[in-house]
T-cell receptor, first 116, second 106 residues
Framework: GAVVSQHPSWVICKSGTSVKIECRSL??????MFWYRQFPKQSLMLMAT?????????EQGVEKDKFLINHASLTLSTLTVTSAHPEDSSFYIC????????????FGQGTRLTVV | KNEVEQSPQNLTAQEGEFITINCSYS?????LHWLQQHPGGGIVSLFM???GKKKHGRLIATINIQEKHSSLHITASHPRDSAVYIC????????FGAGTRLTVKP
């Protein structure tokens, strides 16, 4: 299957700092990328959908000014957690798709963020 | 009520056993996914299906659109199959089930 690379795989940061997570599609052009968050022992929750070259669409309850998403190219989307707090500690996963509709999405390896 | 319900939540099996994990959903869908999440958190997409049945190695996934139900079967289970299996509905912006934690003992 197609490969999606997410980096870093884990990160520890201090409260108040910002953290950037990258999601790259290595062997296909991802017109749409998705960002998910998973708290311990809970299901994945969609945070936002980003289409290349346009603003991300955020799910209800997700602060767009706190979770900045940039999808500037067909192979790269970034999620920046700004002014991180301990409650932002979570597992963040991206997925990428070649297009809208019934096309398969491929997942990154995930990033475990710990804010201390 | 969750849009996607999985059962069982936890499943322990002996190596070699046939395993079934069920998924029911309450929304109209264009596709259903079965995902495998390993202890480190990484996710692998096992199947995407919108009708019928798909098979890959020892894994089989079926879906009944009318009944809004899907099953994931693992034949001849092995300890390396131990993982969390997640059902998700939607083509891209998926809604996820809570997952089934499978432990296969040698």
């Amino acid at each position: 299957g197609a490969v999606v690379s997410q980096h870093p795989s884990w990160v520890i940061c201090k409260s108040g700092t910002s953290v950037k997570i990258e999601c790259r599609s290595l062997d296909f052009q991802a017109t749409t990328m998705f960002w998910y968050r998973q708290f311990p022992k809970q299901s994945l929750m969609l945070m936002a959908t980003s289409n290349e070259g346009s603003k991300a669409t955020y799910e209800q309850g997700v602060e767009k000014d706190k979770f900045l998403i940039n999808h500037a190219s067909l192979t790269l989307s970034t999620l920046t957690v700004t002014s991180a707090h301990p409650e932002d500690s979570s597992f963040y996963i991206c997925s990428a798709s070649q297009g809208a509709g019934n096309t398969e999405a491929f997942f990154g390896q995930g990033t475990r963020l710990t804010v201390v | 009520k969750n849009e996607v319900e999985q059962s069982p939540q936890n499943l322990t099996a002996q190596e070699g056993e046939f395993i079934t994990i069920n998924c029911s959903y309450s929304v109209g869908i264009s596709a259903l996914h079965w995902l495998q999440q390993h202890p480190g958190g990484g996710i692998v997409s096992l199947f995407m299906l919108s009708s019928g049945k798909k098979k890959h190695g020892r894994l089989i996934a079926t879906i009944n659109i009318q009944e809004k139900h899907s099953s994931l079967h693992i034949t001849a289970s092995h300890p390396r199959d131990s993982a969390v299996y997640i059902c998700a509905v939607g083509a891209n912006d998926m809604r996820f089930g809570a997952g089934t934690r499978l432990t296969v003992k040698p």
